[in-house]
């Protein structure tokens, strides 16, 4: 989908399939809007009059064959208070509007950008919620059933009389991207394990490179890895006959001497537990465990296509993680790259495992800061439900812009404590730690874990166990937390839509 800023002095005259028009609760049209309704002999103003629509937040209402307009069809579409508005509010109400449009015969669809928006949701960003959330609901999982076609035929969205702004053109490119990249991030993850294997991960991020002439990928198989004495990551794929793979994805987008942020995303292409097998029921959702490694590739995309000032690096580890005689054992030992011993004391506990060497592999790039993002703990949906990733951090100016990112976005995320007496919880009598804890709190004890490996650098943890897939009911990948990440990357940027 391509979106672009128009100005016209006459909007009924405007051409194009749908024509969307935002109306607050007041129900009071704009001039703009006034000279559709003057076009077509006040049959906008009939239906404002009627309880067909209210102008409730999200509430669209689509009326077709309306005199005097070049228009196939109008939406209006509800933002409900004005004064009530917030980020929040707004895109669940994009997410309704995406719904009804896209559906929509024809491949034009315009929303009118002149009505004024209050200071808490300046109009650039939501211009820019406008164009992600509609670009992300183009989007049909149709990879494995061909006979689903996508019906969606939208390939131009115009946002129509908004001001002609830098930041405003900004915002809609921005939100197409971003949209985009969260689409990648969703067929990653929707993508069966017998498809999307840690090979396929590295295909993706090889793509990237081709695609971007600002990206760099390099790709380290098993060989290499035990050259750098990776062994806790070369522990979880042991069992598999998919060889692991650690992936790095280098966007060279600002000054060479400039250093990089680094994003680091969990790549189990599946997770059966290994020998602590898993229970049958819902094993089929472990496809989706490499869902941090598709948030990285998907925001990598989104960020180049945005061709942001700034250098960032994906790094990938990511294997497969299945019993056989070859798996690792509860109560193997292995020696991380770092030189610490690890007690495998419950192979399901692989996350942590393959994280650990990657984050410090990663010190090799005196990062500015690192971000890992990993469906890492069923407890983190415990904690939390499907609404908010779990954030742990050594840095608080870190875990404070993220957290703004999340909100700034409707992606959200809270934070939870990375005290030292969670630390004490994994002590073992065999290793330098255990890689489970007992005493509950497995989120924040998994994060201790983590936190043993990135003393060099600030560095935050996203616990997305809960938000990756499965929101609001649903059987997909959500893309999350893409529009979190792109978020604090624009913001890093200093190039957000304000
Ligand atoms: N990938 C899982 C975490 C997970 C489980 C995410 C369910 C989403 C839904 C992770 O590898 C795992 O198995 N974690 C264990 C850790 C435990 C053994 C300490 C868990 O959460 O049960
Ligand atoms: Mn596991
Ligand atoms: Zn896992």
Same mark, same amino acid.
């Given at each position: ?145 061909? =006979? ?76 290499? #890895?035990?050259?750098?004495? #990776? ?25 060479? =001497? ?6 680091v995303g969990k ?24 869902c941090g ?30 019993? =056989? ?11 991380? #790259? ?13 996350g942590r495992?393959?994280l ?16 890992d993002i990993a469906t890492l703990?069923?407890?983190?949906? #415990? ?44 002590? =073992? ?17 998994a994060?201790?874990?983590l ?10 943890h996203l616990d997305i166990a ?33």
């Open positions: 989908m391509r979106a672009t800023l128009k100005s016209t002095t006459d909007l009924a005259t405007f051409a194009c399939d749908t024509l969307v028009i935002p109306v607050y609760e007041d129900l009071k049209l704009n001039s703009d809007s006034r000279a559709i309704d003057k076009a077509s002999q006040k049959q906008l103003a009939k239906i404002l009059a009627s309880d067909d629509f209210n102008g409730h937040s999200g509430e669209t209402v689509t009326l077709r064959g309306i005199a005097g307009t070049a228009a196939n069809r109008i939406v209006l579409w509800g933002l409900g208070d004005k004064d009530k508005l917030s980020r929040q509010a707004l895109v669940k109400a994009c997410d309704s509007l995406a719904k009804a449009v896209t559906g929509l015969p024809g491949k034009h669809c315009a929303v009118l950008g002149s009505l004024k928006t209050i200071k808490a949701v300046p109009t650039s960003w939501a211009l820019q919620q406008i164009a992600a959330r509609i670009a992300r609901t183009t989007y049909l999982y149709t990879t494995t059933k061909p =006979s689903k076609k996508n019906p969606v035929t939208l390939a131009r969205l115009s946002i129509v009389n908004a001001d002609s702004t830098a930041a405003n053109r900004q915002a809609i490119t921005q939100g197409v991207a971003i949209g985009q990249g969260i689409n990648i991030a969703r067929e990653l993850g929707n993508l069966p394990g017998n498809i999307c294997t840690p090979k396929y991960l590295s295909s993706q991020a090889r793509k990237l490179a081709r695609q971007h002439t600002a990206i760099k990928t390099t790709v380290l198989g098993e060989k290499q #890895m035990q050259a750098l004495s #990776m062994d806790s990551l070369l522990s979880v794929g042991h069992g598999s006959v998919e060889e692991s793979q650690l992936m790095v994805i280098n966007y060279q987008g600002g000054k060479k =001497s400039q250093k990089p942020h680094v994003l790549g189990i292409t599946f997770d059966s537990g290994g020998i602590s097998l898993k229970p049958g029921a819902r094993m089929d959702e472990m496809k989706f465990d490499m490694a598709a948030s990285v590739i998907g925001t990598l995309s989104a960020i180049a296509e945005m061709k942001l000032p700034l250098n960032v690096i994906g790094v990938i580890p990511a294997a497969e993680n299945m019993p =056989s005689s070859r798996a690792t054992k509860p109560g193997d030992v292995v020696t991380s #790259m770092s030189g610490k011993t690890i007690e495998v004391l419950n192979t399901d506990a692989e495992l393959v650990c060497d990657a984050l410090t592999y990663v010190e090799r790039f005196k990062p500015e800061s690192v971000v703990t069923g407890a983190c949906i #415990m904690a939390l439900g499907h609404h908010a990733s779990g954030l742990l951090s050594n840095d608080d100016d870190l875990a404070n812009s993220l957290l703004a990112a999340g909100t700034d976005s409707a992606d959200r995320a809270w934070q939870l404590p990375l005290w030292d007496v969670y630390k004490k919880q994994l002590s =073992s009598p065999f290793a330098d730690l255990g890689n489970i804890a007992a005493g509950g709190a497995g989120t924040i004890t994060a201790c874990f936190s043993e490996f990135t003393e060099k650098y600030r560095w935050a809960g938000t990756a897939w499965g929101q609001a009911g649903g059987k997909g990948a959500s893309g999350r937390p893409v529009g979190l990440l792109c978020q604090y990357l624009i913001s890093l940027a200093g190039k957000a839509a304000v």
